[in-house]
C-alpha cells in the first residue's frame, strides 16, 4: 500500500496557467493537460518548504483561517454562543469608550 496521500485546493486561474506552462516545459506527459501535474506540483512544495526551513524565503504575515470545532452540531453551538458572547463584550467596551468621550450617553443609544 502507498504512503502517498491525495491532496485538493482550489487556486487562482492565473496560477494554474503559470503552473500548466511551467510543467508543459518540464514535464512534458501525454495527459489531458499536457503534463504530469503531480511531480511539477511536488517539485514546487520541495523546493518551497526547503526554501521556508533554510529561510532564504518568508511567508507574510500569518492568515487566521476559521474552522469548524467538529461535525458535532453541539460544538458547532457552543462556538456561535461563545463568539456573541465575545461580541457582547466588544460592544459594552465601545459602549464605555463613548460615554467617556461624549461625556453623556444618548438616550437612543441606550
Not at 507574510?60 to 462556538?79: A, D, K, M, Y
Not at 466588544?90 to 469608550?97: G, L, Q, T
Given at each position: 500500500m502507498s504512503d502517498k496521500k491525495s491532496i485538493t485546493f482550489h487556486c487562482d486561474a492565473d496560477i494554474l496557467e503559470a503552473l500548466d506552462n511551467l510543467g508543459r516545459e518540464r514535464y512534458h506527459d501525454k495527459t489531458p493537460h499536457g503534463y504530469d501535474r503531480s511531480k511539477i506540483l511536488m517539485d514546487i512544495l520541495r523546493l518551497n518548504i526547503e526554501a521556508l526551513s533554510d529561510g532564504s524565503i518568508?511567508?507574510?504575515?500569518?492568515?487566521?483561517?476559521?474552522?469548524?470545532?467538529?461535525?458535532?452540531?453541539?460544538?458547532?453551538?457552543?462556538?456561535?454562543?461563545?463568539?456573541?458572547?465575545?461580541?457582547?463584550?466588544?460592544?459594552?467596551?465601545?459602549?464605555?469608550?463613548?460615554?467617556?468621550?461624549?461625556?453623556?450617553?444618548?438616550?437612543?443609544?441606550?
Open positions: 518568508v511567508l507574510p504575515g500569518t492568515v487566521e483561517v476559521r474552522q469548524l470545532p467538529s461535525n458535532s452540531l453541539e460544538e458547532c453551538i457552543t462556538e456561535i454562543i461563545k463568539a456573541s458572547g465575545a461580541i457582547e463584550q466588544i460592544r459594552a467596551e465601545v459602549k464605555i469608550d463613548l460615554r467617556q468621550s461624549w461625556g453623556k450617553w444618548p438616550s437612543e443609544c441606550s
